[in-house]
């Protein structure tokens, strides 16, 4: 579990911190210009692989460890409230644009 929290951490912070970066869904990979991409390897060479690979599993972890995601889901499954998330719940959580 570490190891898919280190890896989905540091692929989060191409989003986070990184202008002129993108993810998209349906490749499953992360999106910028050749020059951004340039750029950000020169200072983070470690993290090439997020430019040549595919990560299937982004989505995924990104329900488990984006923290706004987990607070959002304690607030719906909190004590008072035991009943189960649908799974359209779950994919309307995880792209609120689809509301």
Same mark, same amino acid.
């Given at each position: 579990?570490?190891?898919?929290? =280190?890896? #989905?951490?540091?692929?989060?912070?191409?989003?986070?911190?990184?202008?002129?970066?993108?993810?998209?869904?349906?490749?499953? *990979?992360?999106?910028?210009?050749?020059?951004?991409?340039? !750029? #950000?390897?020169?200072?983070? %060479?470690?993290?090439? *692989?997020? *430019?040549?690979? =595919?990560? !299937?599993?982004?989505?995924?972890?990104?329900?488990?460890?984006?923290?706004?995601?987990?607070?959002?889901?304690?607030?719906?499954?909190?004590?008072?409230?035991?009943? #189960?998330?649908?799974? !359209? !719940?779950?994919?309307?959580?995880?792209? %609120?644009?689809?509301?």
């Amino acid at each position: 579990m570490k190891i898919l929290k =280190t890896k #989905y951490l540091n692929a989060a912070e191409l989003l986070r911190f990184s202008s002129g970066f993108g993810w998209d869904s349906t490749t499953k *990979r992360f999106t910028a210009s050749k020059e951004v991409w340039a !750029e #950000y390897l020169k200072a983070h %060479p470690k993290f090439k *692989r997020f *430019r040549d690979e =595919t990560f !299937e599993e982004f989505d995924d972890l990104k329900l488990i460890f984006d923290k706004k995601l987990c607070n959002l889901l304690r607030e719906k499954t909190s004590l008072t409230d035991t009943r #189960y998330i649908s799974l !359209e !719940e779950m994919i309307l959580l995880r792209d %609120p644009s689809l509301l």
